[in-house]
T-cell receptor, first 114, second 115 residues
């Protein structure tokens, strides 16, 4: 069965510093991996996805993620954090190639302080 | 290009009532999925529809049901509402059958409060 783990409930970082939000996954077959962000009282906004190809995926708002097959990780990164990046971040894995079903991690709250 | 549209955005229902939530996917998208988000359980998959057929169903009681119309619009229904059904219900749409075929986009959600 597929699963996703986000080991940190909250990540605190100072504005201008690099940020990392961690995600590990367990899946049989090829992983389809996603990152979404949720602002208060809003839906999920797509940041980036890994389907195949380059291990470094670039996404929206300056975010990127590194796919590491040996460590089964897909950590979200940004070189310089902004206060406006403060939100709830979800990592998700797609179940298989013929379904749009996503399995989500529990979410990580990112707090960027000025 | 309009995004995924969910209506209503907010609603309050009484225990025992039923509720219908609507989702209009992005134009051209044929796959629609529904998720329930609660503080305790996080994001949980409800069901997925593709070309009017339910392809997957999550581990929810039969009170939760859905359907998809020929124009890809989808509705979900919850009957005999319980307090625990209070949640944000999110709809997602994608172009085709699987994640490799396109990005999965979410709507703003429908906030359901059961009193």
């Amino acid at each position: 069965a597929q699963s996703v783990a986000q080991p940190e409930d909250q990540v605190n970082v100072a504005e201008g510093n690099p940020l990392t939000v961690k995600c590990t996954y367990s899946v049989s077959g090829n992983p389809y991996l996603f990152w979404y962000v949720q602002y208060p009282n809003r839906g999920l906004q797509f940041l980036l996805k890994y389907i195949t190809g380059d291990n470094l995926v670039k996404g929206s708002y300056g975010f990127e993620a590194e796919f590491n097959k040996s460590q089964t990780s897909f950590h979200l990164k940004k070189p310089s954090a902004l206060v406006s990046d403060s939100a709830l971040y979800f990592c998700a894995v797609g179940g298989s190639s013929n379904t749009g079903k996503l399995i989500f991690g529990q979410g990580t709250t990112l707090q960027v302080k000025p | 290009k309009a995004g995924v549209t969910q209506t209503p955005r907010y609603l309050i229902k009484t225990r025992g009532q039923q509720v219908t939530l609507s989702c209009s996917p992005i134009s051209g998208h044929r796959s629609v999925s529904w998720y329930q988000q609660t503080p305790g359980q996080g994001l949980q998959f409800l069901f997925e529809y593709f070309s009017e057929t339910q392809r997957n169903k999550g581990n929810f009681p039969g009170r939760f049901s859905g359907r998809q119309f020929s124009n890809s619009r989808s509705e979900m229904n919850v009957s005999t509402l319980e307090l625990g059904d209070s949640a944000l219900y999110l709809c997602a749409s994608s172009l085709a059958a699987g994640p490799q075929d396109g990005t999965i986009y979410f709507g703003e959600g429908s906030w359901l409060t059961v009193v």
